[in-house]
């Protein structure tokens, strides 16, 4: 039976920083068939730092893609077809050359080779982590408990994503699942981000408001292989029918 996971690994340690953005401006990066999904009215975007360990595609280790650090700019939106809910990436960064190939040629992600240097210490019952990008930084501590998200709360629209939008080279949106057990949140003491945390978007973003930041625990992940939204949509009507003639 063929596996429907093309890769596997550990997304640990996210700092997730979001920010309001004009509607008009994430617009423009939506994909076929997809709408933005507001929080309060409001249209955000997000960006995540966090350590990507034990990388695997097709069940198949990477040499030197064992534990880094990757950064990436996402907004939130769903599906006019099926109504999934998910994320769109603006823009995806980190230091392995590998990553960036796979994810643009075979993927059509715009990701891109950066720089990226991360530290995490431990100092008595308080976590300290960062990470460095060209130009600027971004860190927190926090203490080591953690606790679940709040239901119908901004962290859970931000944090609860399971599906990646992405418009194919044929124009067409193709949806990734991403597999992984709820995650949980720190309670954090304190954080800094450089006010050129969004140097390597288009300058439009620059006029992006501040909202929040979490610190969030992670998981071991499994992304399956990308289907059509058609072709969701069209497995939705059989079943349907199925059940209907039942």
Sequence with gaps: MRTKTFMTGKWEDLII???EVEKEILEKYLPLNTELQLFEGKALMSMVAFTFADVKFFGMKIPFHQKFGEINYRFYVKSKITGDRGVVFLKE???KPIMAFIANRIYNEPFFVKG???KKEMKGNELFMSYNYPHGRVHVSAAIEKRDLEGDSLEHFIVDRYIAFVKNRKK???QYKINHKPWKLYKM??????MTALSLLPTEFNRAKYISTYFVDG???????GILQQETNTKTVIKLETLYLQ
């Design 189 to 194: 003491n304190s954080v800094h981000i450089d």
């Design 116 to 118: 990226i240097r991360r």
């Design 219 to 225: 998981s071991s992940i499994s992304v399956e292989k």
């Design 172 to 174: 067409k949106t193709t």
């Design 17 to 19: 920083s979001t920010y």
């Design 93 to 95: 960064y980190a230091s």
